[in-house]
Every structure is written in structure tokens, then in C-alpha cells.
């Protein structure tokens, strides 16, 4: 995790750690810092905060380019959005997002199903 707000990083966390096959296993200081630790902590996913939009920092560009099965979720704190990058490059956007969106995009992600779930026609 990166550039979190500590209230958003404590519901990430919170909401990980509620899922018995997941954990954080790292965090940076920084997003510029990110790769430097995901050498280290081999990590799955990072989450990282948007300022400004959506498109990554180049720090994590670099990092999908090195391990490029490492996903990255963005999230829009102050619209409360959530993004899911891959290496492709992709971007799902998830819309609005809870803790505990959260721990499903990365559970559904990294079982290669949607994101989202698909919507039912009624």
C-alpha cells in the first residue's frame, strides 16, 4: 500500500484482514518508493491512491512492467471510486467502493473473473 490516507489504509487493512486468504505484506512509503518494495514483499496486488484522475503514476507503471503479474488498485479517495490495473493496460472502473469492494475486486481479480459481477437482465 501507498499513499493511503490512514483513515482509507486502517479500512483496507481492516478489510483484508477480515479475509482469511489474504494479508498486507507491505508498505511504502511512497508510490515513487513502490517497486523498491514490491522487490522484497512479492505482493499480489498494491493499492495505491488517485489524485486527479485515474491514470497511474509512472512509479507503478514501472512496477507492472517489472511484475507483470502484479495488479494495482487505484482509489479516488475523495470520490470514493476504486480502479483495477493490470499489465494489459486495462482499467475496470468499480465505481462507487466500500472496504469491503475492496477485498472482492482483488478476490475476483486475482481468480480471473470480472471485477464486478456480471449484471442479471431482469
Same mark, same amino acid.
Given at each position: 500500500?501507498?499513499?493511503l490516507?490512514l483513515l482509507v489504509?486502517?479500512? !483496507?487493512?481492516?478489510a483484508? %484482514? =477480515?479475509? /482469511?486468504?489474504?494479508?498486507v505484506?507491505?508498505r511504502?512509503? %511512497?508510490v515513487a518508493?513502490?517497486a523498491?518494495v514490491?522487490?522484497?514483499?512479492? /505482493? +499480489?496486488?498494491? $493499492?495505491?491512491?488517485? +489524485?486527479?484522475?485515474?491514470?497511474?503514476p /509512472? =512509479?507503478?507503471? %514501472?512496477? &507492472? =512492467? *517489472?511484475?507483470?503479474?502484479t495488479k !494495482?488498485?487505484?482509489?479516488?479517495? +475523495?470520490?470514493g471510486?476504486?480502479h483495477l490495473y493490470e499489465?494489459?493496460?486495462?482499467?475496470?472502473s468499480i465505481? *462507487?467502493?466500500s /472496504?469491503a469492494?475492496?477485498?472482492?475486486a482483488?478476490?475476483?481479480s486475482w =481468480?480471473?473473473?470480472?471485477? &464486478?459481477p456480471? $449484471?442479471e437482465a431482469?
Open positions: 500500500m501507498a499513499d490516507p489504509r486502517d479500512l !483496507v487493512e481492516w483484508l %484482514s =477480515a479475509q /482469511p486468504d489474504m494479508c505484506v507491505g511504502a512509503p %511512497s518508493a513502490l523498491e514490491a522487490r522484497v514483499t512479492e /505482493p +499480489d496486488f498494491v $493499492v495505491i491512491a488517485l +489524485d486527479g484522475g485515474v491514470e497511474l /509512472p =512509479a507503478c507503471l %514501472s512496477l &507492472l =512492467a *517489472e511484475r507483470p503479474h !494495482v488498485l487505484g482509489i479516488q479517495v +475523495d470520490l471510486q476504486a499489465l494489459r493496460p486495462d482499467r475496470i465505481g *462507487e467502493v /472496504p469492494d475492496v477485498a472482492q482483488i478476490r475476483r =481468480a480471473d473473473e470480472p471485477a &464486478l456480471p $449484471v431482469g
